[in-house]
């Protein structure tokens, strides 16, 4: 089963979801993990925060190039593609779920996992088309 996850014949979709689980659960040890790590330091927190969400974009980036899209080359072109998308997620993101809850009036967790599900195909469609396009 394993050797199947990661075989060629995998469609990119289908990789482009087991990256998002090993992503988020990267995404999720991150932080604590840097916290941590940098305790002796007595770096802020917040600092740590930036520090985290840079580390998880970065692996994010790297396997969604290597195991996703299987590009070469074009890292510069890519990993600026790539972060500023999700720049632009995260304020999307921010907006979308104050509209939700505030005018809307949704919950905020049933409002964020549906932005969530937005996003991730979002998500895909631009690496896909933008990030990682094939050249032709």
């Known amino acids: 089963m394993p050797h199947q996850i990661l075989s060629s014949s995998n ?5 482009f979801a087991v990256a998002g689980i090993v992503n988020t659960c990267f995404g999720f040890v991150s932080y604590p993990a840097l916290h941590f790590a940098l305790a002796p330091l007595a770096v802020h927190y917040l600092v740590v925060l930036a520090l985290a969400h840079g580390v998880a974009v970065t692996f994010a980036y790297l396997t969604h190039k290597v195991f996703v899209f299987r590009t070469r080359g ?3 072109r890519e990993y600026s593609l790539f972060s500023f998308f999700h ?9 979308a779920l104050r509209f939700a809850v505030e005018s809307a009036g949704f919950p905020a967790v049933y409002a964020q996992l549906v932005i969530t599900a937005a996003l991730a195909f979002a998500s895909y469609l631009w690496h896909l088309n933008v990030t990682f396009r094939k050249k032709s």
Do not use: A, I
């Open 74 to 76: 074009d890292y510069l």
């Open 11 to 15: 469609t990119t979709g289908s990789r």
């Open 87 to 95: 720049v632009w997620m995260f304020l999307g993101n921010m907006v």
